[in-house]
Protein backbone atom coordinates (compact mmCIF):
# COMPACT_ATOMS: atom_id res chain seq x y z
CA UNK A 1 0.00 0.00 0.00
CA UNK A 2 2.93 2.43 0.89
CA UNK A 3 4.24 2.23 -2.42
CA UNK A 4 1.29 3.69 -4.31
CA UNK A 5 0.82 7.44 -4.68
CA UNK A 6 -1.36 9.45 -1.90
CA UNK A 7 -3.66 9.79 -5.38
CA UNK A 8 -4.13 6.50 -5.71
CA UNK A 9 -4.16 5.46 -2.31
CA UNK A 10 -6.98 8.33 -1.70
CA UNK A 11 -9.18 6.72 -5.15
CA UNK A 12 -8.89 3.48 -3.77
CA UNK A 13 -9.74 4.34 -0.37
CA UNK A 14 -12.88 6.11 -1.60
CA UNK A 15 -13.70 3.69 -4.58
CA UNK A 16 -13.87 1.01 -2.02
CA UNK A 17 -15.85 2.48 0.68
CA UNK A 18 -18.20 4.13 -1.78
CA UNK A 19 -18.84 0.53 -3.05
CA UNK A 20 -19.48 -1.08 0.48
CA UNK A 21 -22.03 1.74 1.49
CA UNK A 22 -23.93 1.02 -1.71
CA UNK A 23 -24.12 -2.78 -1.25
CA UNK A 24 -25.01 -2.36 2.44
CA UNK A 25 -27.97 0.56 0.81
CA UNK A 26 -28.74 -2.40 -1.71
CA UNK A 27 -29.52 -4.57 0.77
CA UNK A 28 -31.05 -3.12 3.19
CA UNK A 29 -33.65 -1.51 0.41
CA UNK A 30 -34.17 -4.66 -0.64
CA UNK A 31 -35.43 -6.09 2.64
CA UNK A 32 -36.92 -2.99 3.65
CA UNK A 33 -39.10 -3.32 0.12
CA UNK A 34 -39.74 -6.99 0.56
CA UNK A 35 -40.95 -6.66 4.16
CA UNK A 36 -43.38 -3.31 2.82
CA UNK A 37 -44.72 -5.15 -0.70
CA UNK A 38 -45.77 -8.23 1.53
CA UNK A 39 -47.09 -6.71 4.66
CA UNK A 40 -49.15 -4.27 2.11
CA UNK A 41 -50.30 -7.53 -0.16
CA UNK A 42 -51.33 -8.88 3.22
CA UNK A 43 -53.26 -5.63 4.20
CA UNK A 44 -54.96 -5.61 1.08
CA UNK A 45 -55.90 -9.28 0.89
CA UNK A 46 -57.47 -9.04 4.64
CA UNK A 47 -59.87 -6.51 3.99
CA UNK A 48 -61.03 -7.47 0.65
CA UNK A 49 -61.81 -10.73 2.02
CA UNK A 50 -63.49 -9.79 4.89
CA UNK A 51 -65.77 -6.85 3.59
CA UNK A 52 -66.63 -9.61 0.78
CA UNK A 53 -67.62 -12.20 4.27
CA UNK A 54 -70.14 -9.66 5.24
CA UNK A 55 -71.91 -9.94 1.89
CA UNK A 56 -72.51 -13.79 2.23
CA UNK A 57 -76.01 -14.60 4.05
CA UNK A 58 -78.54 -17.38 4.43
CA UNK A 59 -82.18 -16.40 3.46
CA UNK A 60 -85.41 -18.42 3.13
CA UNK A 61 -83.13 -21.84 3.63
CA UNK A 62 -80.88 -20.54 0.52
CA UNK A 63 -77.32 -19.53 0.36
CA UNK A 64 -77.31 -15.77 -0.77
CA UNK A 65 -74.49 -14.03 -1.92
CA UNK A 66 -75.10 -9.96 -2.43
CA UNK A 67 -74.19 -7.97 -5.63
CA UNK A 68 -71.65 -6.24 -3.79
CA UNK A 69 -69.62 -9.14 -3.22
CA UNK A 70 -66.74 -8.28 -5.49
CA UNK A 71 -65.05 -11.27 -7.28
CA UNK A 72 -62.43 -9.21 -8.61
CA UNK A 73 -60.93 -5.97 -6.65
CA UNK A 74 -57.34 -5.04 -6.49
CA UNK A 75 -55.80 -7.83 -7.86
CA UNK A 76 -57.64 -10.21 -5.35
CA UNK A 77 -59.85 -12.67 -7.13
CA UNK A 78 -62.30 -13.98 -4.72
CA UNK A 79 -64.14 -16.88 -4.64
CA UNK A 80 -66.67 -19.00 -2.02
CA UNK A 81 -66.06 -22.22 -1.24
CA UNK A 82 -67.58 -25.30 1.06
CA UNK A 83 -66.39 -26.95 3.85
CA UNK A 84 -65.07 -29.52 1.51
CA UNK A 85 -63.17 -27.41 -0.24
CA UNK A 86 -65.89 -27.38 -3.37
CA UNK A 87 -66.40 -24.22 -5.15
CA UNK A 88 -69.49 -23.07 -4.24
CA UNK A 89 -69.11 -19.41 -6.18
CA UNK A 90 -66.43 -17.41 -8.47
CA UNK A 91 -63.71 -18.79 -10.50
CA UNK A 92 -60.39 -19.11 -11.15
CA UNK A 93 -58.01 -20.52 -12.95
CA UNK A 94 -55.28 -21.84 -11.29
CA UNK A 95 -56.43 -25.36 -9.85
CA UNK A 96 -53.67 -25.28 -7.21
CA UNK A 97 -54.88 -22.26 -5.51
CA UNK A 98 -58.58 -23.79 -5.28
CA UNK A 99 -56.85 -27.13 -3.98
CA UNK A 100 -55.11 -25.49 -0.61
CA UNK A 101 -56.30 -26.32 2.16
CA UNK A 102 -58.56 -23.71 3.98
CA UNK A 103 -56.64 -21.95 6.73
CA UNK A 104 -58.65 -19.87 9.22
CA UNK A 105 -57.03 -16.43 9.84
CA UNK A 106 -53.79 -16.68 8.66
CA UNK A 107 -52.19 -15.94 4.90
CA UNK A 108 -51.20 -18.58 3.45
CA UNK A 109 -47.93 -18.26 1.44
CA UNK A 110 -47.66 -20.49 -1.83
CA UNK A 111 -45.67 -20.97 -4.94
CA UNK A 112 -47.02 -21.76 -8.09
CA UNK A 113 -44.74 -22.05 -11.57
CA UNK A 114 -42.15 -19.48 -10.14
CA UNK A 115 -44.70 -17.18 -8.53
CA UNK A 116 -45.85 -16.71 -4.73
CA UNK A 117 -49.26 -16.39 -4.37
CA UNK A 118 -50.92 -14.90 -1.43
CA UNK A 119 -54.77 -16.73 0.24
CA UNK A 120 -56.67 -15.50 2.67
CA UNK A 121 -59.88 -17.33 4.27
CA UNK A 122 -62.34 -16.59 6.38
CA UNK A 123 -64.96 -18.84 7.34
CA UNK A 124 -68.84 -17.84 7.60
CA UNK A 125 -71.12 -19.72 10.11
CA UNK A 126 -74.73 -20.06 8.48
CA UNK A 127 -77.98 -19.92 10.24
CA UNK A 128 -78.42 -23.61 9.27
CA UNK A 129 -75.41 -24.38 11.07
CA UNK A 130 -73.35 -24.97 7.87
CA UNK A 131 -69.86 -23.44 7.26
CA UNK A 132 -68.59 -21.73 4.22
CA UNK A 133 -65.65 -20.18 3.14
CA UNK A 134 -64.27 -17.18 1.34
CA UNK A 135 -61.02 -17.21 0.11
CA UNK A 136 -58.52 -14.38 -1.73
CA UNK A 137 -56.19 -14.91 -3.69
CA UNK A 138 -53.41 -13.05 -4.41
CA UNK A 139 -50.68 -13.08 -7.11
CA UNK A 140 -47.22 -11.53 -6.09
CA UNK A 141 -46.14 -11.00 -9.63
CA UNK A 142 -46.97 -7.05 -10.00
CA UNK A 143 -44.98 -6.62 -6.83
CA UNK A 144 -41.99 -9.03 -7.76
CA UNK A 145 -41.90 -7.32 -11.42
CA UNK A 146 -41.42 -3.85 -8.93
CA UNK A 147 -38.12 -4.77 -7.45
CA UNK A 148 -36.80 -6.84 -10.15
CA UNK A 149 -36.85 -3.79 -12.38
CA UNK A 150 -35.41 -1.72 -8.82
CA UNK A 151 -32.19 -3.91 -8.58
CA UNK A 152 -31.45 -4.14 -12.20
CA UNK A 153 -31.44 -0.29 -12.23
CA UNK A 154 -29.63 -0.42 -9.64
CA UNK A 155 -26.81 -2.96 -10.15
CA UNK A 156 -26.56 -1.70 -13.89
CA UNK A 157 -26.04 2.14 -12.31
CA UNK A 158 -24.09 1.71 -9.46
CA UNK A 159 -21.26 0.64 -11.51
CA UNK A 160 -21.56 3.69 -13.50
CA UNK A 161 -22.08 5.74 -10.55
CA UNK A 162 -18.64 4.61 -8.64
CA UNK A 163 -16.57 5.55 -11.92
CA UNK A 164 -17.57 8.92 -12.60
CA UNK A 165 -17.35 9.39 -8.73
CA UNK A 166 -13.73 7.45 -8.71
CA UNK A 167 -13.00 9.35 -12.62
CA UNK A 168 -14.49 12.78 -11.02
CA UNK A 169 -12.27 12.51 -7.64
CA UNK A 170 -9.00 11.38 -9.35
CA UNK A 171 -9.43 14.50 -11.62
CA UNK A 172 -9.79 16.60 -8.39
CA UNK A 173 -6.89 14.79 -6.39
CA UNK A 174 -4.16 15.28 -9.06
CA UNK A 175 -5.14 18.87 -10.45
CA UNK A 176 -4.69 19.81 -6.40
CA UNK A 177 -1.57 17.87 -6.24
CA UNK A 178 0.07 19.79 -8.96
CA UNK A 179 1.75 22.15 -6.49
CA UNK A 180 3.26 19.60 -4.46
CA UNK A 181 4.86 17.56 -7.83
CA UNK A 182 6.22 21.67 -8.86
CA UNK A 183 7.81 21.46 -5.51
CA UNK A 184 9.14 18.15 -5.50
CA UNK A 185 10.80 18.83 -8.94
CA UNK A 186 11.36 22.37 -8.14
CA UNK A 187 13.51 21.03 -4.56
CA UNK A 188 15.17 18.53 -6.99
CA UNK A 189 16.40 21.05 -9.32
CA UNK A 190 17.75 23.72 -6.58
CA UNK A 191 19.14 20.14 -5.10
CA UNK A 192 21.12 19.53 -8.11
CA UNK A 193 22.22 23.02 -9.39
CA UNK A 194 21.89 24.82 -6.03
CA UNK A 195 19.79 27.98 -8.05
CA UNK A 196 17.98 29.28 -5.07
CA UNK A 197 15.93 31.86 -7.53
CA UNK A 198 13.23 29.54 -8.07
CA UNK A 199 10.10 29.48 -7.17
CA UNK A 200 6.71 27.25 -7.05
CA UNK A 201 4.40 28.78 -9.94
CA UNK A 202 0.76 28.55 -8.75
CA UNK A 203 -2.29 30.20 -9.40
CA UNK A 204 -4.17 31.83 -6.66
CA UNK A 205 -6.18 29.88 -3.95
CA UNK A 206 -6.67 29.49 -0.86
CA UNK A 207 -6.24 25.64 -0.03
CA UNK A 208 -3.76 24.06 1.96
CA UNK A 209 -2.03 22.75 -0.72
CA UNK A 210 -1.90 26.82 -2.11
CA UNK A 211 -0.72 27.36 1.51
CA UNK A 212 2.27 24.97 1.11
CA UNK A 213 3.40 26.34 -1.80
CA UNK A 214 3.41 29.52 -0.30
CA UNK A 215 5.20 28.87 2.84
CA UNK A 216 7.97 27.45 0.48
CA UNK A 217 8.35 29.88 -1.75
CA UNK A 218 8.73 32.10 1.09
CA UNK A 219 11.23 30.04 2.81
CA UNK A 220 13.39 29.78 -0.63
CA UNK A 221 13.15 33.54 -0.34
CA UNK A 222 14.59 34.05 3.06
CA UNK A 223 17.19 31.15 1.96
CA UNK A 224 18.21 33.24 -1.07
CA UNK A 225 18.22 36.32 0.90
CA UNK A 226 20.48 35.13 3.75
CA UNK A 227 22.68 33.01 1.16
CA UNK A 228 22.74 36.01 -0.12
CA UNK A 229 23.90 38.31 2.59
CA UNK A 230 26.49 35.43 4.09
CA UNK A 231 28.07 35.64 0.48
CA UNK A 232 28.24 39.21 0.44
CA UNK A 233 29.31 39.58 3.93
CA UNK A 234 32.22 36.96 3.44
CA UNK A 235 32.93 39.47 0.20
CA UNK A 236 33.21 42.65 2.19
CA UNK A 237 35.34 41.00 5.08
CA UNK A 238 37.80 39.40 2.71
CA UNK A 239 37.78 43.32 1.01
CA UNK A 240 38.36 44.76 4.33
CA UNK A 241 40.97 42.23 5.44
CA UNK A 242 42.84 42.49 2.30
CA UNK A 243 44.10 46.58 2.59
CA UNK A 244 46.03 45.82 5.69
CA UNK A 245 47.42 42.41 4.47
CA UNK A 246 48.67 44.08 1.49
CA UNK A 247 50.25 46.81 3.85
CA UNK A 248 52.05 44.57 5.74
CA UNK A 249 52.93 43.08 3.31
CA UNK A 250 54.52 45.47 1.50
CA UNK A 251 56.40 46.41 4.39
CA UNK A 252 57.72 43.44 5.31
CA UNK A 253 59.00 42.55 1.17
CA UNK A 254 60.28 46.84 1.27
CA UNK A 255 62.75 45.76 4.42
CA UNK A 256 63.44 42.56 3.28
CA UNK A 257 64.70 43.86 -0.09
CA UNK A 258 66.21 47.62 1.70
CA UNK A 259 67.69 46.22 4.54
CA UNK A 260 66.33 49.36 6.34
CA UNK A 261 67.44 50.08 10.09
CA UNK A 262 67.39 52.53 12.72
CA UNK A 263 64.28 55.04 12.12
CA UNK A 264 62.95 53.94 8.91
CA UNK A 265 63.33 50.21 10.72
CA UNK A 266 60.84 51.85 13.19
CA UNK A 267 58.57 53.15 11.06
CA UNK A 268 58.13 50.24 9.01
CA UNK A 269 57.05 48.55 12.52
CA UNK A 270 54.51 51.23 13.20
CA UNK A 271 53.18 50.68 10.29
CA UNK A 272 52.88 47.02 9.99
CA UNK A 273 51.66 47.07 14.11
CA UNK A 274 48.90 49.27 13.07
CA UNK A 275 47.54 47.11 10.49
CA UNK A 276 47.91 43.92 12.53
CA UNK A 277 45.96 45.62 15.11
CA UNK A 278 43.16 47.02 12.92
CA UNK A 279 43.08 43.07 11.42
CA UNK A 280 42.35 42.30 15.17
CA UNK A 281 40.18 44.71 15.21
CA UNK A 282 38.34 43.06 12.41
CA UNK A 283 38.34 39.44 13.09
CA UNK A 284 36.61 40.26 16.44
CA UNK A 285 33.77 42.10 14.52
CA UNK A 286 33.63 39.56 12.50
CA UNK A 287 33.53 36.76 15.56
CA UNK A 288 31.39 38.91 17.28
CA UNK A 289 28.55 38.59 14.46
CA UNK A 290 29.29 34.91 14.97
CA UNK A 291 28.15 35.01 18.07
CA UNK A 292 24.91 37.18 17.06
CA UNK A 293 24.09 34.72 14.80
CA UNK A 294 24.57 32.07 17.11
CA UNK A 295 21.77 33.70 19.20
CA UNK A 296 20.09 33.32 22.69
CA UNK A 297 21.81 30.25 23.48
CA UNK A 298 25.06 30.97 23.03
CA UNK A 299 24.79 34.55 24.91
CA UNK A 300 24.55 34.94 28.94
CA UNK A 301 21.99 37.31 30.14
CA UNK A 302 22.42 38.76 33.81
CA UNK A 303 21.22 41.62 36.16
CA UNK A 304 23.38 44.25 34.86
CA UNK A 305 22.92 48.12 35.94
CA UNK A 306 23.03 49.85 33.23
CA UNK A 307 23.59 53.28 34.76
CA UNK A 308 27.01 52.47 36.04
CA UNK A 309 27.86 50.41 32.55
CA UNK A 310 27.01 53.87 31.08
CA UNK A 311 28.50 55.96 33.41
CA UNK A 312 32.20 54.12 33.30
CA UNK A 313 32.30 53.69 29.26
CA UNK A 314 31.14 57.95 29.68
CA UNK A 315 33.96 58.51 31.72
CA UNK A 316 36.68 56.47 29.52
CA UNK A 317 35.84 58.21 26.48
CA UNK A 318 35.68 61.82 28.00
CA UNK A 319 39.15 62.55 28.10
CA UNK A 320 39.88 61.63 24.26
CA UNK A 321 36.59 63.62 22.89
CA UNK A 322 38.20 66.51 25.08
CA UNK A 323 41.09 66.76 22.64
CA UNK A 324 38.81 67.71 19.88
CA UNK A 325 36.37 70.08 22.23
CA UNK A 326 33.73 67.71 22.12
CA UNK A 327 31.44 67.39 25.54
CA UNK A 328 29.63 64.80 27.17
CA UNK A 329 26.13 65.68 28.94
CA UNK A 330 24.80 62.71 30.96
CA UNK A 331 21.67 62.50 31.93
CA UNK A 332 21.18 59.20 33.78
CA UNK A 333 18.81 57.73 35.78
CA UNK A 334 20.24 55.87 38.83
CA UNK A 335 20.13 52.50 39.63
CA UNK A 336 18.32 51.57 36.08
CA UNK A 337 18.58 47.46 36.25
CA UNK A 338 18.24 45.01 33.17
CA UNK A 339 19.01 41.59 32.37
CA UNK A 340 21.33 41.73 29.84
CA UNK A 341 24.42 40.65 28.09
CA UNK A 342 26.56 42.84 29.86
CA UNK A 343 29.38 42.58 27.25
CA UNK A 344 27.04 43.20 24.53
CA UNK A 345 26.01 46.03 26.12
CA UNK A 346 29.06 47.82 26.41
CA UNK A 347 29.69 47.22 22.72
CA UNK A 348 26.17 48.26 21.97
CA UNK A 349 26.61 51.47 23.71
CA UNK A 350 30.32 52.30 22.68
CA UNK A 351 29.76 51.77 18.97
CA UNK A 352 26.76 54.63 19.46
CA UNK A 353 28.93 56.66 21.67
CA UNK A 354 31.75 56.40 19.30
CA UNK A 355 29.96 57.14 16.13
CA UNK A 356 28.27 60.67 17.70
CA UNK A 357 32.17 61.63 18.30
CA UNK A 358 33.41 60.60 15.11
CA UNK A 359 30.34 62.19 12.87
CA UNK A 360 30.56 65.27 14.93
CA UNK A 361 32.34 68.64 14.19
CA UNK A 362 34.37 70.68 16.25
CA UNK A 363 33.33 71.75 20.05
CA UNK A 364 30.34 69.44 19.20
CA UNK A 365 27.95 68.08 22.19
CA UNK A 366 26.88 64.72 22.90
CA UNK A 367 24.34 63.88 25.43
CA UNK A 368 23.45 60.77 26.61
CA UNK A 369 20.36 59.45 28.18
CA UNK A 370 18.73 56.47 30.50
CA UNK A 371 15.55 56.18 31.85
CA UNK A 372 13.25 53.66 32.78
CA UNK A 373 9.06 53.52 32.19
CA UNK A 374 7.24 51.01 33.44
CA UNK A 375 7.09 49.13 29.64
CA UNK A 376 11.01 50.03 28.93
CA UNK A 377 14.23 50.90 29.52
CA UNK A 378 15.40 53.89 26.92
CA UNK A 379 18.68 54.67 26.30
CA UNK A 380 19.93 57.64 23.62
CA UNK A 381 22.95 58.96 22.39
CA UNK A 382 22.49 62.64 20.84
CA UNK A 383 24.82 64.44 19.02
CA UNK A 384 24.82 67.63 16.91
CA UNK A 385 27.14 66.61 14.25
CA UNK A 386 26.76 65.89 10.76
CA UNK A 387 23.58 64.25 10.63
CA UNK A 388 22.29 61.66 8.23
CA UNK A 389 20.26 62.13 5.15
CA UNK A 390 16.72 60.22 5.56
CA UNK A 391 17.16 58.23 2.34
CA UNK A 392 19.73 57.00 3.91
CA UNK A 393 18.58 56.13 7.61
CA UNK A 394 16.51 52.91 6.76
CA UNK A 395 20.35 51.65 4.59
CA UNK A 396 22.85 52.55 7.64
CA UNK A 397 22.02 49.45 9.81
CA UNK A 398 22.71 47.47 6.95
CA UNK A 399 26.46 45.48 7.14
CA UNK A 400 29.32 47.73 5.40
CA UNK A 401 26.54 50.40 4.71
CA UNK A 402 28.52 53.85 4.99
CA UNK A 403 26.83 57.05 4.35
CA UNK A 404 28.74 59.14 1.50
CA UNK A 405 28.84 61.77 3.96
CA UNK A 406 31.16 59.45 6.04
CA UNK A 407 32.93 58.17 3.28
CA UNK A 408 34.39 61.94 2.25
CA UNK A 409 34.54 62.79 5.59
CA UNK A 410 37.05 62.21 8.04
CA UNK A 411 39.48 59.58 8.32
CA UNK A 412 37.38 57.42 11.15
CA UNK A 413 38.96 53.87 10.28
CA UNK A 414 34.60 52.70 10.51
CA UNK A 415 33.71 50.03 7.87
CA UNK A 416 30.49 50.51 8.44
CA UNK A 417 29.66 47.21 10.48
CA UNK A 418 28.93 49.09 14.24
CA UNK A 419 25.18 50.25 13.41
CA UNK A 420 24.53 46.68 12.39
CA UNK A 421 26.02 44.93 15.34
CA UNK A 422 23.73 47.78 17.44
CA UNK A 423 20.84 46.63 15.91
CA UNK A 424 21.77 42.83 15.62
CA UNK A 425 22.44 42.98 19.91
CA UNK A 426 18.93 44.84 20.69
CA UNK A 427 17.00 42.78 18.48
CA UNK A 428 18.73 39.49 20.27
CA UNK A 429 17.69 41.28 23.92
CA UNK A 430 14.20 41.70 22.38
CA UNK A 431 14.57 45.41 22.00
CA UNK A 432 15.15 47.32 19.34
CA UNK A 433 16.77 50.59 17.34
CA UNK A 434 15.71 53.81 16.32
CA UNK A 435 16.96 56.94 14.59
CA UNK A 436 15.95 60.26 14.41
CA UNK A 437 18.13 62.26 12.25
CA UNK A 438 18.46 66.26 10.38
CA UNK A 439 20.97 66.47 7.55
CA UNK A 440 23.67 68.56 8.68
CA UNK A 441 22.27 69.02 12.34
CA UNK A 442 22.69 66.13 14.22
CA UNK A 443 21.22 62.31 14.99
CA UNK A 444 19.64 60.51 17.96
CA UNK A 445 19.55 57.16 18.30
CA UNK A 446 17.67 55.38 20.33
CA UNK A 447 17.79 51.84 22.32
CA UNK A 448 14.43 50.38 23.50
CA UNK A 449 14.10 47.47 25.89
CA UNK A 450 11.36 46.15 26.89
CA UNK A 451 11.25 45.21 30.74
P1 LIG B 1 30.96 53.11 10.54
O1 LIG B 1 31.98 52.13 10.90
O2 LIG B 1 31.11 53.65 9.17
O3 LIG B 1 30.76 54.15 11.55
P2 LIG B 1 28.34 52.25 11.31
O4 LIG B 1 27.63 51.01 10.98
O5 LIG B 1 28.60 52.53 12.74
O6 LIG B 1 29.65 52.23 10.47
O7 LIG B 1 27.52 53.44 10.71
C1 LIG B 1 27.05 53.36 9.40
C2 LIG B 1 26.94 54.70 8.78
O8 LIG B 1 25.92 55.45 9.45
C3 LIG B 1 28.18 55.53 8.98
O9 LIG B 1 29.07 55.29 7.90
C4 LIG B 1 27.65 56.92 8.96
O10 LIG B 1 27.54 57.37 7.65
C5 LIG B 1 26.28 56.82 9.54
N1 LIG B 1 26.23 57.23 10.96
C6 LIG B 1 26.26 56.45 12.04
N2 LIG B 1 26.16 57.15 13.17
C7 LIG B 1 26.07 58.44 12.81
C8 LIG B 1 25.93 59.70 13.53
N3 LIG B 1 25.89 59.74 14.85
N4 LIG B 1 25.87 60.83 12.78
C9 LIG B 1 25.91 60.78 11.45
N5 LIG B 1 26.02 59.66 10.72
C10 LIG B 1 26.11 58.51 11.39
Known amino acids: MKRLSIKMRV ?50 GELEIDDDFKFREKYVVSIVMDEAGNLIAGD ?36 N ?37 VLGGYLIIKHSFHPIEDMTKMAEEINEGKDLSKR ?19 MIQR ?42 EKESFTVIERQAHKM ?41 YAQDNISLELQIEENVQAYVNGEMMMRLFINLLTNAYKYSEENGHIIIKLKKNNKEIVLSVEDNGIGIAKD ?12 NTAIMGKENGGIGLGLAMVSDIAKLHGGRMQVDSQFGKGSIFTFFLPI
Open 11 to 60: TLWYTLLMIIIVGIILVFMLSISDDFIEKDANATLISVVEENSSEVEYDD
Open 129 to 165: GENVWVRGILPDQGAEDVIVFAVRAVMIALPFLVLIA
Open 92 to 127: YHIEQALQTELLEDDVQKIQIDNTMYYLYDQKIVLE
Open 392 to 403: EQEKIWQRFYQT
Open 223 to 264: LETSFESEKQFVANASHELRTPTTVILAQCEYMLENGVSGEE
Open 200 to 218: IHIDAGNDEVHKLAETFNR
Open 280 to 320: SRLISQFLLFTRLEQGQEIIKKEKTDMSELIRIVCEEQERL
